[in-house]
């Protein structure tokens, strides 16, 4: 064999190694997440504001990954205020219930492969029970306030408009909040919630929506949940 051929079949070997180490390293990149990471990156993304995994996965600009957070509080105030609530409370409610969003417990275990491709990730949920702890102390102070109206109107002073009242009774629901978030929120029970995530592509993933919304309505307890 010739010093030229021996050249060229080294040569060949060596870009041959290269070639497989690049496709290795390519398809490792490309496979860096998982389904569990998803349904974490979704998580993360959707309460706690932290969007780089989800970019990563999802290929979708910063922008729109911050504006799910955004989006998610938008929703929250949609559902809770009315034009009773008195503006100076709305930015305090908002940042309330974005310190609470940002304090949800959840642990993701790593996915489990199904026979038809599919994965199941199960969640380990700790749900924050603020609202249902506070129900009681809530309803307690809205009737003293309910009673001292009674006394202030049998004394002959003016009755408070409806619109007057429920401005005040949103004050107290706040301070009730925003005092029992302070001493710590408290967690429940842990509970387990599969999720069922579908591979859709090379890096894609899509979480099934009503796993999804479960598992959204286990991390904050509804205030009449023990009810």
Same mark, same amino acid.
């Given at each position: ?93 908002? @940042? ?6 940002? *304090? $949800?417990?959840?642990?993701? /275990?790593? &996915?489990?492969?199904? %026979?038809?491709? !599919? ?24 009737? @003293? ?6 006394? *202030? $109107?049998?004394?002959?002073? /003016?009755? &408070?408009?409806?619109? %007057?009242?429920? !401005? ?60």
């Amino acid at each position: 064999m010739t010093k030229r051929k021996k050249k060229l079949i080294i040569c060949l070997v060596v870009f041959a190694v290269l070639a497989a180490a690049a496709a290795g390293g390519v398809y490792a990149y490309i496979n860096r997440y998982n389904a569990a990471d998803y349904v974490k990156a979704v998580l993360d993304v959707s309460y706690k504001g932290e969007a780089e995994a989800y970019m990563e996965i999802t290929g979708v600009s910063q922008e729109e990954a911050e504006n799910i957070f955004a989006d998610n509080l938008d929703a929250t105030m949609e559902g809770f205020e009315t034009t009773a609530m008195p503006e100076e409370l709305k930015p305090r409610y908002r @940042e309330l219930f974005a310190e609470l969003a940002e *304090s $949800v417990s959840y642990t993701v /275990e790593e &996915p489990e492969r199904q %026979e038809d491709g !599919s994965y199941t990730v199960n969640v380990m949920v700790k749900p924050i029970t603020l609202f249902s702890d506070t129900y009681d102390t809530f309803q307690q102070k809205a009737q @003293e306030y309910a009673d001292q109206v009674t006394d *202030s $109107v049998m004394q002959g002073n /003016e009755m &408070p408009t409806d619109e %007057e009242m429920q !401005s005040r009774v949103y004050e107290i629901y706040y301070d009730v909040l925003r005092e029992a978030l302070d001493k710590g929120s408290l967690y429940g029970e842990v509970k387990d919630v599969s999720v069922h995530v579908e591979k859709t592509g090379m890096t894609s993933f899509e979480a099934d929506q009503e796993d999804m919304d479960f598992l959204d309505s286990l991390l904050i307890e509804d205030a009449q949940a023990e009810e």
